[in-house]
């Protein structure tokens, strides 16, 4: 799992729109990368929602969500709750692994691989200044806009 100081890992991933999204594209702007399982699921949905309502809050901090459904899927959530940030599709999940939120995860005593719920706030530069491991979906986006405020 990347921590405070490292650099945030070179990655090309698509848009809801189609559109490849590079760290290149974003260097010169801070962002927080939000990492999600799926589209449309409860947790998913309140955590997109709060990022969404507190969005104009962030000013020129990016926020960007990242699951490993296709773009179609992320083109109907955003539609579906008018999200206005960028969700950007991982399907092999190279930039879930990168950063190490792809682990295994057990539900009812099964184990499977997933995405465990994290946030990466990313300075300018590309390196990592805050790292939230295991979140909880309802609250998370105001924590997430205090410390970037800072």
């Known amino acids: 799992m990347l921590s405070a100081g490292d650099q945030f ?23 927080v990368m939000y990492f999600y399982p799926k589209d449309d699921t409860s947790g998913c949905t309140v955590e997109a929602c709060q990022f969404n309502e507190t969005l104009p809050n962030f000013g020129d901090i990016k926020v960007i969500g990242v699951s490993p459904d296709p773009v179609k899927s992320h083109q109907k959530f955003a539609t579906k709750f008018d999200l206005q940030f960028t969700l950007l599709s991982d399907p092999d999940k190279s930039l879930c692994q990168s950063v190490g939120v792809w682990v295994e995860k057990s539900m009812y ?6 995405v465990e719920r994290t946030s990466f706030l990313v300075g300018q530069d590309g390196v990592v200044i805050h790292v939230w491991n295991k979140v909880k979906p309802d609250g998370h986006a105001a924590e997430v806009l205090t410390r970037a405020k800072q």
């Open 9 to 31: 890992p070179e990655f090309a991933l698509q848009d809801g729109e189609g559109t490849l999204v590079t760290l290149k594209s974003l260097l010169g702007s801070s962002f």
């Open 109 to 114: 005593g099964k184990k499977y691989m997933g």
